[in-house]
């Protein structure tokens, strides 16, 4: 079952540096509109259905919110 | 018309700079960091990329900590304002330019902080002896420039920063002058911070600058505004760099930035040879006239060279080399403490500034000019 998340930052500049870690690891991703959420982060974020993103980018500042299957 | 004052600012921009900027202003137009549509997450994405060739040009660690501003002048009043404490010590050269004393002087005003000038004697000395002589318990920050902006002399010493680590001295760079003929490392030339400004002899466009930084959670913002992020909080956030970048950038000269920099890179070796050459011509054919001053002649520059004519004031050589349809700056410079140290604060300085657009017959006619007057 493939369950896709966001990956949401604070910053803006972390997205892409978080983009481009996962693009260097080949982990498929794309940049969307950060979805409301209780919290406010930066606008943009990382979608992704690959598990394997988390800990790609562990050494930074992130939260994830997991889509319904 | 003969251009030679091009640490004001570059007049000539690389082709590929200009085409940037329209391109960024016709095809993107939108602001980074603000709106979520797909356009604005380009933008916000050409934003990172720049940010990564600026830190990569300067030999950042982390290569995106760096803060964009409107000039360098910002940078230095962010990174001083936002840096220092109260009871802080700063020692500076004789050769900085007023962007770096004004704002110090102004907090000294107000009993902020303080700070001391290495004089042009002492700066031959050896750095531990600089350092001993100068500093002081509370010393927190070396500032210096890169190249004085008025004599064109490199003051910039790897030595120094180096000897101030030791002391646990957060050292600071102004690269405003030469950032595009030096190549520098932050890494490994021990500099913490680092201004710059995207006009001068980086090749970019008025209006860009920022501040490098070696850490990232040590600086209070300069400006309080719209930081296109956690727009709930009522102070900016502490996110870097947004945290420090309130306000629109001027993403499209952002943009002309970062190509820029790579002209700037892939043409270093060439320009700095074309700008050798053409330095030393001028300096060989001013040494040969008896009546010219040049200034800090003995020591290595970059392509600027301050002088005085015997039997004239600077103003009087500007609108003379005006009237023949060459550009040269007189006067103080903005740069006050290297007139003081010079001795020329009532003479004013005549300083002809070159780029890699300059040429060798332009150097011949100016010379002929000099030997007219």
Known sequence: MVIEMNIVFFSTNDVFAGEDRLKDKQINCKIVPTPVTDKAYCGVCIETDNEDAIEALEDMEFNVIRKGA | ?373
């Open chain 2, 1 to 373: 018309m003969i251009y030679f004052d091009n640490a004001a600012t570059t007049k000539y921009k690389p082709e590929t700079v200009i085409k940037a900027f329209v391109d960024y202003t016709r095809n993107v137009g939108v602001s980074p960091g603000r709106g979520s549509y797909s356009l604005g997450i380009d933008a916000s994405r050409k934003l990172y990329q720049v940010r990564k060739s600026v830190g990569k040009y300067f030999g950042l660690g982390d290569l995106t900590n760096v803060v964009f501003t409107k000039n360098s002048t910002e940078a230095i009043n962010l990174f001083f304002c936002g840096y220092l404490n109260k009871g802080d010590h700063v020692l500076i050269t004789c050769y900085e330019h007023n962007s770096v004393l004004r704002p110090l002087q102004s907090m000294q005003d107000k009993g902020m902080i303080d700070y001391s000038i290495i004089s042009r004697e002492d700066l031959l000395l050896p750095a531990k002896q600089i350092l001993d002589k100068y500093c002081k318990t509370n010393t927190k920050v070396l500032a210096v420039t890169l190249a004085s902006n008025l004599t064109g002399r490199i003051v910039f010493s790897r030595d120094l920063f180096a000897e101030a680590k030791k002391h646990d001295i957060t050292t600071f760079l102004d690269s405003s002058q030469g950032a595009g003929k030096i190549h520098i490392s932050m890494e490994a030339d021990k500099i913490d911070y680092l201004a710059f400004t995207g006009h001068k002899d980086l090749m970019g466009l008025p209006g860009t600058g920022g501040l490098c930084c070696k850490e990232k959670d040590k600086i209070v913002p300069l400006l309080q505004g719209g930081t296109g992020i956690l727009g709930n909080e009522y102070v900016n956030p502490k996110a870097f760099p947004e945290g420090l970048e309130a306000g629109t950038l001027n993403m499209p000269a952002i943009w002309a930035l970062g190509s820029a920099i790579n002209y700037v890179s892939e043409h270093m070796e060439e320009n700095q040879l074309k700008e050798r050459h053409l330095v030393d011509t001028l300096l060989k054919e001013l040494n040969e006239m008896g009546s010219v001053t040049i200034y800090d002649n003995e020591f290595e520059r970059v392509s600027t060279i301050g002088i005085n004519i015997e039997g004239h004031t600077s103003d009087e050589v500007v609108k003379y080399l005006d009237d023949n349809d060459v550009c040269v700056r007189g006067g103080i410079h903005c740069a006050i403490l290297a007139h003081e140290a010079l001795n020329t604060v009532s003479t004013g300085v005549v300083r002809i500034s070159l780029s890699p657009s300059n040429t060798e017959e332009e150097i011949f006619r100016f010379i002929e000019l000099i030997k007219k007057m």
